[in-house]
């Protein structure tokens, strides 16, 4: 089969839009809601207005396919040691200026996505590869949540898992019907005030929060909460305390929090990479207001990197970068002192360790 036959891959009528009464389409998926005339694209480059629908122009293509440790997404809690199936498209409803993934996210050029798939065809891959979950990932999954959904669909039929990496900006109308489509999630918190989401990310952080609470207080998705501390920009102590009594008393102590290492990209090129130090301090900051599970990336730290027992203490899950080390959880319990730990455990962990495999679909 050529996949660039199947009819639905390529532009695809796209959901969460409305006709204004200025004859304009008004797309109702992330807090932006872009107004577009007839052939404008939204902020995100692949919703388009055609004629008096809204189309997305990148459903059924990617920008690649890679076998990940699940660590890397990050999730420390969920089906530890595992490989995910990872795969992004085009385009972002961001405009952050710190962009890790830039090449990908701002892309306006669809030559970048040289692979193409079908839900099935994606799903069925991970499968048979020995994946045990999909991920959403390297660009934002909301803005091509018609076929993230699908993908999804097509992973549940199968006893895949997925996962969206996702900055949480999407709309009280579509938030519901695209996390219960999803088994897990990381969340980017990028910042904690709104003149930094203004400033560097040219959005607000008022919606992120509200997908934050959703997911925890309002769905079985399992959570977890990335946060990139950039020097001089959202590495103060007063905001990371600020933060974490908000992560305390709105989604609780059982929530995993990643604190993780800036590197020169994109538009700050001129900012030097996070200090081992600033990472340490947030982290100690988080668990002094009760937080549980706080991690740091990036960057090399046994003990930032691994899971530590919240009541005794002992090691529970060692972690050298992405891979596994000395492994005691008793499917969700510590082995030396029986406190259940938060996550979604079996029985033994996965063996894939580090590796990252390209794949290629079609």
């Keep these: 089969m050529m996949l660039a036959d199947d009819p639905r891959l390529s532009a ?28 404008q694209k939204g902020f995100c480059f692949v919703r388009q ?12 293509r990617s920008s690649g396919f890679c076998i990940d440790p699940i660590e890397k997404k990050p999730l420390n809690h969920f089906l530890p040691g595992t490989s ?38 994606i799903a069925n891959t991970a499968r048979r590869l020995g994946c ?44 519901p019907e695209f996390f219960q489509a999803m088994d897990a999630a990381n969340v980017d918190l990028k910042g904690f005030t709104k003149e930094f989401y203004e400033r560097l990310c040219f959005a607000r952080l008022q919606p992120v929060l509200d997908t934050l609470v959703y997911l925890r207080r309002e769905t079985d998705v399992w959570l977890e909460v990335t946060t990139l501390l950039i020097p001089g920009q959202n590495d103060g102590s007063d905001e990371i305390e600020r933060a974490s009594d908000w992560f305390a008393a709105n989604l609780g102590p059982d929530v995993p929090w990643h604190f993780t290492a800036f590197h020169p990209d994109f538009r700050m090129l001129g900012v030097p990479p996070t200090p081992s130090a600033t990472l340490n301090r947030a982290r100690d900051i988080a668990r002094s207001k009760g937080l549980k599970y706080v991690y740091t990336g990036n960057v090399f730290s046994r003990a930032g990197g691994s899971t530590w027992c919240p009541s005794c203490g002992a090691l529970l899950i060692e972690r050298q970068g992405y891979e596994l080390g ?7 319990r510590c082995s030396a002192c029986g406190c259940a730990i938060a996550g979604r455990f079996e029985s033994h962990p996965g063996t894939w360790g580090a590796r990252r495999e390209p794949v290629r679909l079609s």
Aim: proline share 3%; with cysteine; charged share 30%.
């Design 12 to 39: 695809h009528a796209a959901r969460w839009w409305t006709k204004r009464p200025d004859g304009r389409i008004e797309c109702r998926l992330c807090p932006r809601y872009c107004k577009l005339q007839n052939g």
């Design 49 to 60: 207005r055609t004629g008096d629908e809204m189309v997305l122009s990148t459903y059924g």
């Design 84 to 121: 995910v199936l990872s795969f992004g498209t085009a385009g972002c409803n961001l405009g952050c200026r710190f962009c890790q993934n830039w090449d990908i996210s701002k892309a306006r050029e669809f030559d970048r996505l040289t692979d193409a798939a079908s839900p099935e065809l």
């Design 132 to 175: 045990r979950s999909v991920a959403f990932t390297y660009n934002d999954p909301v803005i091509f949540a018609e076929y993230a959904i699908d993908v999804a669909k097509a992973c549940r039929e199968r006893e895949v898992r997925t996962v969206a990496v996702t900055a949480g900006y999407i709309t009280d109308e579509a938030r």
């Design 326 to 332: 000395s492994y005691t959880l008793e499917r969700n």
